[in-house]
């Protein structure tokens, strides 16, 4: 299957992330992203909830986590706390491919790969 922009309507709902930079995520991570339709942004970086927003223009994405909590968990999940909270900035696009959602920075790297939650 083919990469596709994608739209507003696809972007919006639960999404678990499944992989950071081609890597899979812990299998007891609860990382995931909620889209919706007012342009916020909410979920689980790993150990920690967060909100933000976000604009989809075109094809173009654009994240802005802005507060979250800050409890501590196991050393595996702080780790991909951090690397989640360092990459959403960094996304430019969304595309979707055999039915995931990838989120993808300027130069065309996958940073952040999620699934349907």
Not at 40 to 51: D, I, P, R, T
Not at 80 to 95: D, K
Request: glycine letters at 6%; aromatic letters at 4%.
């Amino acid at each position: 299957m083919t990469a596709i922009p994608v739209t507003t309507n696809a972007l919006l709902g639960r999404w678990h992330i499944t992989q950071l930079r081609g890597q899979s995520v812990a299998d007891f991570s609860p990382a995931q992203l909620t889209f919706a339709v007012d342009g916020k942004l909410s979920g689980n970086n790993s150990c920690n909830n967060f909100v933000g927003s976000y604009v989809l223009n075109g094809k173009q994405l654009l994240i802005k986590p802005v507060a979250s909590t800050m409890k501590a968990c196991v050393d595996v999940l702080m780790q991909q706390e951090q690397q989640i909270m360092q990459l959403l900035p960094q996304v430019t696009t969304a595309i979707t491919e055999n039915g995931t959602l990838q989120l993808v920075d300027p130069s065309g790297m996958v940073l952040i790969t999620l699934s349907r939650h």
